[in-house]
């Protein structure tokens, strides 16, 4: 009974080896130190608890009371007739669509969520309800205006004068607000996609009402006994998808820009290693930057620093996880912390005094690990709360936010002295540059009078740029950290290939010194290199956060207006990518990027694999619709691969699969031009 008993233990005290789990050298050193002190961090329980298999091949049914109904692909393949069905008859089809229109509904629902949030604190801002927050950006606030139909200039005797801000800044949060649940009329901001893709979504009928309500109607339609056609269903999933692309992420982004200030180009740090021993380190993580904005605000008072010295630390030290990172980040330059699955660790070097976390993307095992250190974790968000008796929940309201920004920075100080004597923080960290967007991107190119999309086109056209990469998403535990990502990356900025990175795949990219114009000189082709030489800018522009992978959509935009390379987002020379996806929310972005015309690569795993004809839908018949599609590949260098011959393939749609100059006509040319 005793030697049973040990065995059990010893099967349950298998670990993860750090080498096999991540690239990260920080991130393998502090696995190792986990391992010593006894904590268990995502990476063991990778490798004590397996996936299930009916699951990863989308063919698990849940959706009413008579199953869970198992459909798994028969262990030899499929042998004739897929006679497989649930209880109440439906097929791998219908279950595998239905699960995969439930996770855009969950990844759609988290991003425009949080687009409410925000608009509902500028519409407080707007309405000077609240004295935290001021409207930072006049000119994207104009703009923004102008896409919700918002009048920006008055009459007045005749004259057309501007209109004032404060009362364009109200109308666009009532607008704004607006677009989650309106009763008539379609998504606004639908319209700022190129022509020709708003013609496709308004034939195939997928143009979103309002934001809530495509979101609802997958939960309706998901149920038991309602919508069983794969086809249809995956209608829904596109409205969804596209509802939260150019409608809850992008309101999401745009709001936050004027809110909190449009990002421009901004140095800063990634990794470990940018906690302090000798400072209080506050560890951000989560996604709205509503509260991470004025915890930035707040810890750059003098009376805090102060406060901080005080106890005897050499000051403050912010530092983010996950995409309330890549927001502080990109407006703040406030330095990475980490990835995804880097959250544990930064509490186990002993140094984290609090951990204030948001929404989303946070383990509720933080808890189990801030146990054993002194590590106050803070959780702050109505909707967003931990069982666990060790968490403390302060609820930030935009009415009263310095306060509790004050509060919660007050509390990270006065922890830093009881710390343990056990301080272990990696040496690694890399130089970056973010903040880069559509405007940005713009100015890069052409200065203030004269940016324009142009110069990347020509570019483009004469081949230096072979194409445009979106790499984006997640960490995976059931995937070595980072690897996907890094691989990934390499091989397309090798090929020619720009990439424009958000989210987790930023944070990787960063942590491995992809973000410095001197990278390009190491890892790019000539062409690309010479591009980012000349220019002065990384070959992987940081995009932002995972909401703002809107600005993708509107920067491929820009490309399609600035003329030379199609009519549409789907003739571009560009593809997508998330290399180690985990979250329901990239399963949203996936899907918004197939239904904007963009050709889009999964890496891991994909829950469709139980269902095949399901499965040839999206890989194969998406394309002929909306010009987009999905595909699925491990293989990170065969993954970067089939971006690039996609890539190639819309070259040589456009004609411009050999490398070319554009000629420059010069005055005696033009007068033979005259005179033939
Ligand atoms: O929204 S990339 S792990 S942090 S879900 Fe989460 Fe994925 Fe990171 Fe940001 Ni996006």
């Known amino acids: 009974m005793t030697v049973e008993k040990d065995t059990k233990q010893a099967k349950a005290k298998k670990l993860a080896d750090p080498k096999t789990c991540t690239i990260d050298l920080a991130t393998q050193e502090m696995i190792n130190v986990a391992h010593k002190l006894d904590i268990e961090t995502v990476f063991d329980r990778a490798v004590t608890m397996k996936p299930c298999n009916i699951g990863t091949q989308g063919t698990c049914c849940k959706n009413c009371g008579m199953g869970p109904c198992r459909l798994p692909l028969p262990k030899g393949g499929l042998d004739g007739e897929d006679e497989r069905k649930g209880l109440c008859g439906a097929t791998p089809n219908t279950i595998a669509a239905r699960n995969f229109i439930r996770m855009i509904a969950?990844?759609?629902?988290?991003?425009?969520?949080?687009?409410?949030?925000?608009?509902?604190?500028?519409?407080?801002?707007?309405?000077?309800?609240?004295?935290?927050?001021?409207?930072?950006?006049?000119?994207?606030?104009?703009?923004v205006a102008k896409h919700l139909g918002i009048d920006t200039v008055v009459e007045v005797n005749g004259e057309t004068l501007d209109r004032d801000l404060d009362e364009i800044a109200v109308e666009v949060g009532e607008k704004a607000m607006n677009e989650w649940g309106k009763a008539d009329g379609e998504l606004l901001f639908a319209k700022r996609a190129p022509e020709e893709r708003y013609k496709i979504w308004k034939k195939m009928g997928v143009v979103p009402r309002n934001i809530d309500r495509e979101i609802v109607e997958i939960m309706h339609r998901t149920h038991i006994g309602v919508d069983q056609d794969y086809k249809n269903l995956m209608k829904q999933g596109t409205r969804a998808a596209i509802a939260d692309g150019w409608g809850g992420s992008m309101l999401a982004t745009e709001l936050q820009d004027i809110l909190f200030g449009t990002p421009y180009p901004v140095a800063s740090e990634?990794?470990?290693?940018?906690?302090?021993?000798?400072?209080?380190?506050?560890?951000?993580?989560?996604?709205?930057?509503?509260?991470?904005?004025?915890?930035?605000?707040?810890?750059?008072?003098?009376?805090?620093?102060?406060?901080?010295?005080?106890?005897?630390?050499?000051?403050?030290?912010?530092?983010?996880?996950?995409?309330?990172?890549?927001?502080?980040?990109?407006?703040?330059?406030?330095?990475?912390?980490?990835?995804?699955?880097?959250?544990?660790?930064?509490?186990?070097?002993?140094?984290?005094?609090?951990?204030?976390?948001?929404?989303?993307?946070?383990?509720?095992?933080?808890?189990?690990?801030?146990?054993?250190?002194?590590?106050?974790?803070?959780?702050?968000?109505?909707?967003?709360?931990?069982?666990?008796?060790?968490?403390?929940?302060?609820?930030?309201?935009?009415?009263?936010?310095?306060?509790?920004?004050?509060?919660?920075?007050?509390?990270?100080?006065?922890?830093?002295?009881?710390?343990?004597?056990?301080?272990?923080i990696p040496k690694q960290k890399s130089p970056m540059i973010a903040g880069f967007g559509v405007e940005s991107i713009k100015y890069h190119l052409g200065g203030t009078f004269r940016g324009s999309y142009s110069t990347l086109n020509d570019n483009i056209i004469n081949g230096r740029i072979r194409g445009i990469g979106g790499v984006v998403g997640c960490n995976n535990a059931r995937t070595k950290h980072n690897q996907g990502h890094v691989e990934i990356v390499k091989e397309l900025i090798k090929n020619d290939v720009i990439v424009l990175t958000t989210g987790c795949n930023a944070i990787a990219c960063a942590m491995e010194g992809l973000l410095t114009p001197e990278s390009a000189a190491v890892f790019?082709?000539?062409?690309?290199?010479?591009?980012?030489?000349?220019?002065?800018?990384?070959?992987?522009?940081?995009?932002?956060?995972?909401?703002?992978?809107?600005?993708?959509l509107l920067a491929a935009t820009e490309v399609v207006k600035a003329g030379g390379l199609g009519t549409d987002i789907s003739d571009l020379p560009a593809a997508g990518s998330a290399p180690e996806w985990m979250s329901e929310k990239a399963i949203s972005i996936g899907h918004y990027f197939v239904a904007s015309g963009v050709y889009t690569v999964f890496g891991v795993t994909l829950p469709v694999t139980g269902a095949p004809v399901f499965q040839k839908y999206l890989f194969e018949e998406f394309e002929k619709m909306y010009g987009g599609m999905w595909d699925l590949e491990i293989d990170p260098i065969k993954h970067a691969h089939k971006m690039i011959a996609h890539i190639d393939k819309k070259r040589k749609a456009l004609g411009i699969d050999r490398a070319r100059d554009r000629i420059l006509v010069d005055m005696s040319d033009r007068r033979d031009i005259g005179a033939a």
Request: charged residues 25%.
């Open 106 to 143: 969950g990844g759609a629902a988290a991003h425009s969520d949080h687009g409410r949030s925000v608009a509902e604190v500028f519409l407080s801002a707007a309405r000077k309800e609240t004295d935290a927050y001021k409207i930072k950006d006049t000119r994207k606030l104009v703009e």
């Open 270 to 424: 990634a990794n470990l290693g940018v906690m302090k021993e000798d400072m209080v380190n506050i560890v951000i993580h989560g996604h709205e930057p509503v509260l991470s904005e004025m915890i930035v605000a707040v810890a750059q008072m003098k009376e805090m620093d102060d406060y901080a010295k005080s106890k005897g630390a050499k000051g403050i030290q912010l530092s983010g996880i996950c995409c309330s990172a890549n927001e502080v980040l990109q407006r703040h330059g406030v330095p990475l912390c980490g990835t995804f699955l880097q959250q544990e660790l930064a509490i186990i070097t002993g140094a984290c005094d609090a951990m204030v976390v948001d929404i989303q993307c946070i383990f509720q095992n933080l808890a189990n690990v801030a146990k054993c250190f002194h590590t106050k974790l803070i959780t702050t968000h109505p909707i967003a709360k931990m069982e666990q008796n060790n968490v403390l929940h302060i609820e930030f309201d935009e009415h009263h936010a310095l306060e509790d920004a004050k509060r919660i920075v007050k509390l990270a100080i006065d922890n830093y002295k009881n710390r343990g004597a056990e301080v272990m």
């Open 524 to 552: 790019c082709g000539p062409g690309l290199a010479e591009v980012c030489e000349t220019v002065g800018i990384p070959p992987v522009l940081h995009m932002g956060s995972c909401v703002d992978n809107s600005r993708i």
